[in-house]
């Protein structure tokens, strides 16, 4: 298990691993499998199961408030904010990059799931915007960048280049392949709305060279991680 924010004794965001089972939602025969796997990682961390609010995601970039748990899965989005303590946010990822928010002043969270399509899509500045909305200051955010597919395996063909045309400088050619980095493009977007370098960590593994993690590009199946964020008590 990983641990973010652990500055901020009032903020617990974690991420799974491979040993930790997968945590896909809502995945046909496999979900039964994967909701033991989702409840026993919860119990492990002290988390009551029951106030997680989970994502079932789109690969776009809408983020949702969410205002009381009451809803325990919500749809057609891809990040969740709150200012509701003893809720929990979870996505789930498989290379794409879980992105954790806290706004330390208003007592913040959120989480996203970075795609590069919810990247290029703004996934980072609407999860910003949401919580601006509800009360939060950019110089008050910190964020964390949990492991993700690096710029060493995702590579992209020439059909989609154009979609990256506003980040050049974080595309790259090597033996005539195409390759970009995507943390790159979303610390680039998060310095460009105000937050400051030091406010941002990064855990750099990538989760196609290291077995620690699922891969849905080295291993081509549906199993996840599940990043998770909330406030305690």
């Known amino acids: 298990m990983l641990k973010f924010f652990e500055k901020f004794s009032e903020v617990f965001a974690i991420m799974s691993e491979k040993t930790d089972g997968s945590m896909k939602l809502l995945d046909g025969e496999k979900w039964e499998e994967n909701l033991k796997n989702r409840n026993k990682f919860f119990n492990k961390n002290e988390i009551n199961p029951n106030k997680v609010t ?3 995601l789109v690969h776009g970039s809408k983020v949702l408030a969410v205002k009381n748990g009451a809803e325990k899965i919500v749809e057609d989005a891809d990040g969740l904010v709150t200012s509701e303590s003893n809720i929990f946010l979870a996505v789930t990822v498989s290379d794409c990059i879980p992105v954790y928010f806290y706004e330390k002043e208003k007592k913040i969270v959120g989480i996203a799931h970075a795609g590069w399509r919810g990247i290029v899509g703004g996934i980072v500045e ?108």
């Open 126 to 233: 609407n999860a910003i915007g949401e919580i601006l909305k509800l009360g939060g200051k950019v110089e008050n955010m910190y964020i964390a960048l949990g492991p993700g597919i690096n710029s060493c395996h995702f590579e992209i063909k020439k059909d989609v280049l154009n979609e990256f045309r506003r980040y050049d400088a974080h595309v790259l050619r090597r033996e005539e392949k195409i390759f970009v980095d995507l943390k790159g493009i979303i610390r680039e977007q998060l310095l460009s709305r105000g937050i400051k370098e030091g406010s941002i960590e990064d855990n750099k593994a990538c989760t196609y060279c290291s077995e620690n993690f699922f891969s849905f590009r080295r291993d081509k199946t549906n199993e996840t991680m599940v990043a998770a964020i909330g406030l305690k008590n």
């Open 54 to 56: 989970s994502v079932r």
